[in-house]
């Protein structure tokens, strides 16, 4: 009965017209702020390592690594490859689309949380609550939105991270989940409990090194396999049109899981990757929103097309019809979508699959929880807004997240990832609502960099010339800066 309940719920939430909204927002802001994504790719490199880390806030990098490692999780291995076994190879370049115009929504929300950012018990925090109320003087959304963003980043949101841990560690290793659902939990206590700069020290440090190493492996079985790519190519190609004789008829599929899997990899339009974006230390809240929208392009041009390419250039893939019916069945008995991805690396490396999609598998999904934690922080904060129980609640937040990590290890597939398609989609609704009724701010924001960057200047953001009055942390953020550069004056003298 639960488990039916929350699919119909899911097929609601993730109808037809949320797969309309996320591309009509994409190419809306795309066409707005002129193709940010690709006349400032340059940009968006070079403030990956830029910005200033303070006691308020991060660094750009420790910032960026905080939403990539949000955004790099289970979705770029199982999600993929459930987007496949369901929509077919034409899914891959659905996710391919959603991604470039994806990367102008995550700038545009990500410079809105910069803009609007809070000062809250030491430390910057904002995202779509703080936007939200601040933009469009909705404080009756913005609750709304923080509630659904607790609620998944605590109870749903953390369920499919730990269950495809589990799932690819027993595998690999003969494991038993309840064994790693302990393993993990304890890890996230250790970490999360040292606060938002412990957090952002080891997602900064980890999802680098294992992202790099994914990327190289997957190149390397493409290397091995260069007679079938280009065939891979036509197939994606034919088959996300229509075209492919044998998956012409699930077109409608293809588009629904490409956009589905590729907002649950990269988390743009979600607001996730917005509230890692407002605790950078910048100058101007363009900065952190091309880095924002670079990380995007990481996670699913890079990552996720990786994963993809491995499975279909080997053929390690079924794919099931609406009907139930399978389409394809290259590999009989498969239907974990971690099982697909190590079916595709054994298939050229005979024996690494299981042990490294474990491995990959514990890494991107922890650094996802890990940043889960740190996204429930923000929104506690958002509700309670300096309150004396404010710490208590985000502890009580962070041991139920804990509890979702143990019971999420024990729980089936098809429930674990309904409920995080549940949680994921309650508050990506209101976020794109709220994105397309402040797209006048964002764009404005967009502008004044860009006037800056044309008149060779290094961008330096004041509120009041964009129109912009409550956002008062940014002149407390000038005035910070006007000390530094004194001290540094007063050096050189």
């Given at each position: 009965?639960?488990?039916?309940?929350?699919?119909?719920?899911?097929?609601?939430?993730?109808?037809?017209?949320?797969?309309?909204?996320?591309?009509?927002?994409?190419?809306?802001?795309?066409?707005?702020?002129?193709?940010?994504?690709?006349?400032?790719?340059?940009?968006?490199?070079?403030?990956?390592?830029?910005?200033?880390?303070?006691?308020?806030?991060?660094?750009?990098?420790?910032?960026?690594?905080?939403?990539?490692?949000?955004?790099?999780?289970?979705?770029?291995?199982?999600?993929?490859?459930?987007?496949?076994h369901f929509g077919g190879p034409g899914a891959l370049f659905w996710m391919w689309v959603t991604a470039f115009v994806g990367a102008a929504v995550a700038i545009a929300e990500s410079s809105l949380a910069q803009v609007y950012k809070e000062e809250v018990?030491?430390?910057?925090?904002?995202?779509?609550?703080f936007y939200i109320e601040k933009g469009l003087g909705w404080r009756w959304l913005a609750v709304l939105y923080a509630v659904a963003a607790v609620f998944a980043l605590t109870i749903t949101g953390p369920s499919i991270q730990s269950y495809n841990i589990a799932v690819s560690v027993e595998s690999a290793f003969s494991v038993p989940p309840w064994v790693t659902g302990v393993v993990v939990t304890a890890l996230f206590c250790l970490v999360v409990f040292g606060g938002m700069h412990r957090i952002g020290r080891v997602v900064g440090l980890v999802v680098p090194?294992?992202?790099?190493?994914?990327?190289?492996?997957?190149?390397?079985?493409?290397?091995?396999?260069?007679?079938?790519?280009?065939?891979?190519?036509?197939?994606?190609?034919?088959?996300?049109?229509?075209?492919?004789?044998?998956?012409?008829?699930?077109?409608?599929?293809?588009?629904?899981?490409g956009v589905k899997r590729a907002i649950y990899s990269s988390e743009v339009g979600t607001g996730s990757g917005a509230q890692a974006a407002a605790a950078a230390e910048v100058s101007h809240p363009v900065k952190q929103g091309l880095a924002q929208g670079f990380s995007a392009y990481v996670d699913t041009l890079l990552i996720c097309t990786v994963t993809g390419?491995?499975?279909?250039?080997?053929?390690?893939?079924?794919?099931?019809?609406?009907?139930?019916?399978m389409v394809a069945e290259n590999v009989p008995g498969l239907v974990q979508g971690p099982e697909y991805t190590q079916a595709a690396i054994d298939a050229s490396f005979p024996g690494l699959g299981s042990a490294f999609i474990a491995v990959a598998m514990f890494f991107f999904a922890f650094t996802t929880l890990l940043s889960f934690a740190f996204y429930a922080d923000t929104n506690i904060a958002y509700l309670l807004r300096s309150s004396r129980r404010e710490r208590l609640v985000v502890n009580i937040a962070w041991v139920l997240l804990a509890g979702s990590i143990f019971l999420g290890s024990l729980r089936s597939a098809?429930?674990?990832?309904?409920?995080?398609?549940?949680?994921?989609?309650?508050?990506?609704?209101?976020?794109?609502?709220?994105?397309v009724l402040l797209s006048r701010q964002a764009t404005a924001v967009v502008r004044d960099y860009d006037r800056q960057r044309a008149a060779g200047i290094d961008p330096v953001f004041d509120p009041e010339d964009v129109g912009i009055t409550n956002a008062p942390v940014w002149k407390e953020i000038a005035a910070r800066k006007a000390a530094r550069d004194r001290e540094r004056s007063g050096v050189d003298d």
């Open positions: 009965m639960l488990d039916s309940t929350i699919a119909r719920v899911n097929e609601l939430l993730w109808s037809t017209p949320m797969v309309v909204l996320v591309l009509a927002a994409g190419v809306w802001f795309t066409v707005r702020m002129v193709v940010p994504q690709v006349r400032r790719l340059p940009d968006m490199v070079r403030y990956l390592v830029g910005g200033d880390d303070s006691t308020q806030g991060l660094s750009s990098f420790q910032s960026f690594a905080m939403a990539l490692g949000g955004r790099v999780g289970v979705g770029n291995i199982a999600g993929v490859a459930t987007a496949i018990g030491g430390e910057y925090r904002g995202g779509p609550a090194i294992m992202a790099a190493a994914y990327i190289l492996l997957g190149i390397a079985l493409l290397v091995l396999n260069a007679d079938a790519v280009p065939e891979m190519f036509g197939l994606i190609f034919r088959s996300a049109f229509g075209s492919d004789a044998a998956f012409g008829g699930i077109l409608g599929a293809a588009i629904m899981w390419l491995m499975i279909l250039v080997t053929g390690s893939y079924n794919v099931e019809g609406p009907d139930g019916q098809s429930f674990a990832w309904n409920l995080a398609d549940v949680g994921l989609g309650l508050y990506t609704w209101i976020n794109l609502v709220a994105l």
